[in-house]
């Protein structure tokens, strides 16, 4: 399934190393103003190139095939597409020595060997361009909601920056907790129990690679909590609570106040630093050693994907409710 | 969208507070063995009784409408009702005076006050039945797999029964952690990007009633660690890996080691202590006490639904893939 | 697959000599008034015991067991049992003799004999009640658009009573055509290409049982027609056309004519006059006998629900448009 | 909605002026063996330039984007492209002078006037080239199931020729009726009720643009029949019947025997011949004459489109069934 969506759905396809990784975005509204300068901001976020992100450089330039005409949306599936340019040859055999922590295994057992098994093939990061994209569109839908993450810790530290750099030393890599707020959000979006808020964003959530946990207002330190601690006291007649430990959910549904949650983005699985792997022919442990360019902390591109599914859940929940 | 799963399916409906909550469950197949004994072990596990859960009293008995003909599943769709008796009427009017912490306010904003607002109408937990009765027949579909989960914490302590006697006797309420680790599942279920199995399995989570958050593997801890510490060695060819901070999942893709995954549940939002609550009549805060029946420790019931969903998604998986 | 609609979404279950057939309808908005007597004019209109139609009798008493509250829809899904009470054991094995023109044959074989094989079971015309109880609520989502169906021909004459009355007294059956026409429907229903108004009629009317051609417009007589006749001219500028050749739909999409499309329907399968038959336990042609009860023309009884399925469209394009 | 399909799973997109037309197919199974030249055969079938059908003139060459990797399907979405190259500017106004019998009123309507209206946009029979491309795979998921499909009346007439080159002289046009044919479809595939085969065939089908009608075995013709003439006598243990009024289908579920349907294609709505159409602008009826080029017979073109979606049908229920 690499489809997402009930009015406002994305179908993502791709490789690592083909020639293109791209998104389809169905049932998006006819009217959006859309200019390829709109996508340079969230696209510039996600990009490699920074410290502690990966050297492959790619140009990143949207391809419009259609769905796009006079600068607007037409109604029609808009379908972007992404060239892979800076693509290597590796001599490296994922089959044989699946690399620790990766999809190399599953999916040379899922695939039986068939699949694209080039940098990661369709596992990989580099499909999240189109996430992007689709979140690009899907913020102009709901103009007035305002959706915003951040990293807010790295490898365990706030001191992000310092953190990369010991990483990035070490040819180790680190992960990080991202929070994701949304504000102005409307009462009443999401549905019960298989429609509730937590269970859409969750879902689109956990299709970026590398995240390993989500907790929405307290989360887990709700767990601790007392229930007299933890109900929010409405305030005023439009709902606003004093606190917000429910995260601006209820029942599954929003109440008006801030959307808050954060999710947790394991360390990068490729690192530089030599590492004990299995291999498939000897059926002996031996050390790998894997060169070449990765992102010694991932999570520093995360907030914007974070933010682009979370606006296509948002967007598709506005245009099934309205 | 009360539904849920591709090729096994659940449509689950009721109130509260009605005659009957209860469940659908399509793409079944035929030949499995069901008799009404059971649901007996795993709906007992959900029932309400022991201490810390409310006093409503329920038998809980299964009504099978369609679907199950001399004892086995037929390959049509089964629909299983469950009768509510003990049912209350109560003079506190949810509309004027939400209860802090539940979904009374969403609802009320949501259906323009047209839902049904008994006992919180169809948002409650004892939709939650129809689930666990879904559960029972999803497990039927993949034997050879086990699911288990177990509340290791609440309210923050490793001593749950104390716990729970603390919250009784103050007319509080406590959340609690509950891991569930599953055995046996095979390589290969799930799929990329969104059909992951953490999308698929958080998914289905968050529509329990009271859950906020949810992790995999090492999940909000991995987020401090480093790659050479969180990349799991595979030590043998059918996958088997030394740790296992991934939970059995990787890219999305179970790797055939045990699934493990812990969920935050928080503090029941009916307490006996009075609270303040704001009176959309006067515009004005009040003091409120709920008289009457309430879990004090609603997790406790919590570990069975948990299992349910999550042999739903498995089923759901197993069949898609097979 | 029992189940249809992207918001306004129908599951059916029940079997014909189970204890129930009922329909679960999710995705209606709430606020909707629904009496019990509001089912009572198409349930009629679908019940046997007109000449020509079973003696089966049933009550077919809507009993409502979530969804609807103080006589209004409450948003949650709405659950309508019907009850079977006047079934009949009978001696006649559909395993080992499948009757010529029903599903006893492929039921058997797809669900390895353990389908509910009483009257039929989940393969039985009384599972369109369900529909019809559907169909009654779909038209109060769209109250201004009116929908009409009925029996054109039976037996190939127009003569439908004198028709009915021969194959009644020579113990045969006979099939009908029946057209149904939609009138203020508006401009733009439907959707390009897998949602056009053709594909989303056509698939609900083929669930009905006995269907085998739909036509939309001049439909086959078009094949035989030319561009310079067939194309409809435009005479205002709401789009009327002077004839009405595309049935009120371009490009899968309404355009404000009346939307009009006749269906077939195939002799009734169950006859009183002997019939060859396959014996599978001596692999034998032998001559069966089927006694009791049957349509003579089950056509009567579709029109009601034709109405019912072409109403769920409808209400569905019209709630995912607005 | 541009998707259809379950497991299997199609998404079109493109335009007819713009840069490409292209679909993604997702959920295909790996290991299947496709190269570029496995689509010329149907490409071709479904290509202009004969006589009765439009001098537009495209290399229709596929441009494969992703998901095909060493000459086999990975597993992954395959997007395929198809360049428009032989596109003409128009000074034509479809908005302000809709053609009779096109999309250009609702589409116009349907998209407050954003849609591309460029050769009919979206609504163009070049989007059918991914339909065709799908087909192609589809069929390579089924290979002893076959598919054939041809025009066995055009214009009204048996001889296809003669009539096609009477359409041509006199600048209109004609429609036709396509017969298809499945032979060594298994027994069992189909769900009853909303997934029966023919609810399934005749949604895909209808999303074939000009096609106004469906009929499976005997179709119109057996609402003339007696039951005792139209029952199919089963002959063999394997289900094989004497006659086939059925069209292989029985309560929605193949039978084993042929499926066999007929499609009602209507005749091509432009026109050389000058007619009468409405200027929106003077709101009054004029003379319309459409320069260039069109398909005097668009149902010469439609067969392989019908074996397309139909081997698409197939295979997702095949797949959905194994």
Chains 1, 2, 3, 4 share one sequence.
Request: proline share 4%.
């Amino acid at each position: 399934m690499n489809t997402f969506g009930h009015i406002f759905r994305i179908q993502i396809f791709g490789e690592s190393h083909g020639n293109f990784a791209g998104i389809t975005i169905d049932g998006c509204p006819p009217g959006i103003s859309i200019k390829e300068k709109d996508f340079k901001t969230d696209l510039a976020r996600r990009k490699s190139g920074a410290k502690g992100t990966t050297a492959r450089k790619e140009e990143d330039k949207t391809l419009i095939i259609s769905g796009i005409h006079n600068k607007h949306t037409t109604g029609a599936p808009i379908t972007i597409l992404f060239e892979n340019k800076n693509t290597r040859s590796s001599d490296y055999n994922f089959r044989t020595h699946p690399r620790p922590g990766h999809a190399d295994f599953v999916a040379d057992k899922k695939y039986n060997s068939f699949n694209d098994d080039r940098g990661g093939g369709h596992f990989s990061g580099r499909l999240t361009l189109g996430l992007v994209a689709a979140g690009v569109i899907a913020k102009k839908i709901i103009p007035s909601i305002k959706i915003k993450a951040k990293l807010i810790e790295a490898g365990g530290s706030k001191n992000i920056a310092k953190a990369v750099e010991n990483a990035v030393k070490s040819g180790d890599s680190i992960g990080g907790i991202i929070e994701c707020r949304v504000t102005n959000a409307p009462v009443g979006l999401g549905e019960p129990f298989f429609g509730s808020v937590e269970s859409l964003i969750s879902h689109a959530i956990f299709s970026i690679p590398g995240i390993k946990g989500i907790e929405f207002g307290s989360g887990f330190e709700a767990a601790k909590m007392r229930g007299s601690e933890h109900n929010d006291l409405i305030i005023n007649k439009e709902g606003k609570t004093k606190n917000n430990n429910a995260g601006g959910i209820n029942g599954g549904i929003t109440n008006g106040n801030d959307i808050v949650f954060r999710v947790a983005v394991k360390p990068t699985s490729s690192i530089s630093l030599p590492q004990e792997t299995y291999n498939f022919e000897t059926e002996k442990t031996e050390i790998l050693e894997i060169k070449g360019r990765h992102d010694a902390c991932f999570a520093l591109r995360v907030p914007v994907i974070v933010e682009a599914v979370t606006a296509c859940v948002l967007a598709d929940l506005f245009l099934t409710h309205k």
